[in-house]
């Protein structure tokens, strides 16, 4: 079955400091993936997309690039802030309509 | 911008009881979900709904539960007889073109 791995966290960083979040997926086919970010006490919200390989998908700075020969999507961001501390999930679908398989989350906090 | 919305935020329920979450999907989607998540854990797929009827359906997703669209809005979750091991974030989402969204969940806490 389809399945993501994340890395373990907290991470912990310092502002202004680089960020790497590293997802690996296993599926058949072309699924299409998700990087969701989840804020203290809030729900879900899509932080960015791709649908094919070697697409880079980007937003609020973050970015993660769709890599079908190592089946990766790492989430980075190059000067984090204060307010980018929440949970990270990693999240493939392998059709339209199909369910999200997410990896376990990865908490990040960064500190002034 | 559309937005899933939930009903209630939080919702207290005895053990045995029933209890049914609320959704309103983003108006022009046609796919819709109930995802889970325990505290501190990972969000489980519980099941999708398409064309007013199951699509898929996870195994932790038995006979206890049922999810309904009474009406052209509303999307609901219903837990027939509640056990300690619910309580979790539900949330709902709905899907566009190529996407999930999410709304902000139900934390549902069974005593």
């Known amino acids: 079955g389809n399945s993501v791995t994340q890395m373990e966290g907290p991470v912990t960083l310092s502002e202004e400091a680089f960020l790497t979040i590293n997802c690996t997926y296993t599926a058949t086919g072309y699924p299409s993936l998700f990087w969701y970010v989840q804020y203290p006490g809030e729900g879900l919200q899509l932080l960015l997309k791709?649908?094919?390989?070697?697409d880079k998908g980007s937003n609020k700075g973050f970015e993660a690039t769709y890599r079908k020969e190592t089946t990766s999507f790492h989430l980075e961001k190059g000067s984090v802030q204060v307010s980018d501390s929440a949970v990270y999930f990693c999240a493939l679908d392998k059709a339209a309509g199909n369910k999200l398989t997410f990896g376990g989350g990865t908490r990040v906090l960064v500190k002034p | 911008e559309p937005e899933v919305t939930q009903t209630p935020s939080h919702q207290v329920t005895q053990m045995g009881q029933e209890v049914i979450l609320r959704c309103v999907p983003i108006s022009n989607h046609l796919y819709f979900y109930w995802y889970r998540q325990i505290l501190g854990q990972k969000v489980e797929f519980l099941v999708s709904?398409?064309?007013?009827?199951?699509?898929?359906k996870s195994e932790i997703f038995d006979d206890q539960f049922s999810v309904e669209r009474p009406d052209g809005s509303n999307f609901t979750l219903k837990i027939r007889s509640t056990k300690l091991e619910d309580s979790a974030m539900y949330f709902c989402?709905?899907?566009?073109?190529?996407?999930?969204?999410f709304g902000p969940g139900t934390r549902l806490t069974v005593t």
């Open positions: 791709a649908t094919k390989a070697d």
């Open positions: 989402a709905s899907r566009g073109e190529y996407e999930q969204y």
């Open positions: 709904f398409y064309n007013n009827e199951i699509s898929e």
